[in-house]
């Protein structure tokens, strides 16, 4: 019989499950494992990159600069060394895979969303089947390096937000994630970190490479996706982030993302 791909076992912790994973002396190692609903993963890093994906469940992943929230349609590459912490809205089944810097080269070396096509999502199904130790000369050698091919042909997706380093225009974008629905002014939410309304206009294009509006609305869509995959409707979704009714939302997603709500939900289902 072959051996499993590397998963976690009920009495072992992440990091252990990990750090097993990322010792596999192979090109590209694969670990399967389930999160539960509201499961926080700390800060950590690791010596391989990674391709994080869920084929069920929505995460929001952050790093000191950035946050991504990944519905089960997208993945996200995660570079080498790059410190960052998961969180889950709800259950999550998430399917990893490490690959060595080495084998990485072609893929940019910046974390970015990706959207898993078809091939590259059954790829990954693929891998998670293969024996830990896979003969690399053979065809299991051969779907983990087409694997790497996919990631790197594949282009990176708005599915991101770049998150400030200046402490008070990060307790305001602290401040707006905790609560997209909010209306207040500029002046009124600049006021309560300690910044005048110039001053937020000013620092967010270049703390953030975004407007203050297209910020927010960036961060409006990244919190849809995650509740669309809770099965909410796009009325319900756009009253829960502040609009008032499904048309203005529709439109500033399809501004935005080149698609309207719907669309976006159809083509980016899980088999």
């Known amino acids: 019989m072959r051996p499993k791909p590397p998963s976690r076992p009920a009495s072992e912790g992440f990091p252990a499950a990990h750090l097993r994973a990322e010792s596999v002396p192979r090109p590209v190692s694969a670990l399967a494992d389930s999160l539960e609903r509201g499961a926080v993963i700390p800060p950590h890093s690791h010596r391989r990159a990674q391709l994080i994906f869920a084929i069920a469940g929505t995460m929001t992943v952050r790093a000191s600069d950035g946050l991504w929230i990944l519905p089960p349609s997208h993945a996200l590459w995660m570079p080498a060394g790059v410190v960052h912490q998961i969180r889950t809205s709800g259950p999550v089944e998430i399917r990893t895979l490490y690959i060595g810097p080495q084998h990485a080269r072609r893929i940019k070396n910046e974390c970015h969303v990706l959207f898993v096509s ?81 001053s937020v206009i000013r620092l967010f294009p270049r703390e953030t490479g975004l407007s203050f509006k297209r910020w927010h609305n960036h961060a409006r869509i990244l919190k849809a996706f995650e509740l669309f995959d809770q099965r909410q409707s796009v009325t319900r979704v756009a009253l829960e982030l502040g609009y008032a009714g499904p048309s203005a939302f529709s439109k500033m997603f399809r501004r935005a993302m080149g698609k309207a709500p719907m669309a976006m939900l159809v083509n980016n289902a899980a088999p």
């Open 118 to 198: 078809p091939l590259l999502r059954e790829l990954i199904v693929r891998a998670m089947k293969l024996p830990a130790l896979y003969d690399e000369r053979g065809m299991e050698g051969r779907v983990m390096r087409l694997i790497l091919e996919e990631i790197a042909l594949l282009p990176a997706q708005p599915l991101g937000l770049r998150m400030p380093r200046d402490p008070r225009l990060l307790r305001l974008c602290e401040l707006l994630l905790r609560d997209l629905s909010a209306h207040g002014s500029i002046a009124q939410l600049g006021a309560s970190v300690g910044l005048s309304e110039r």
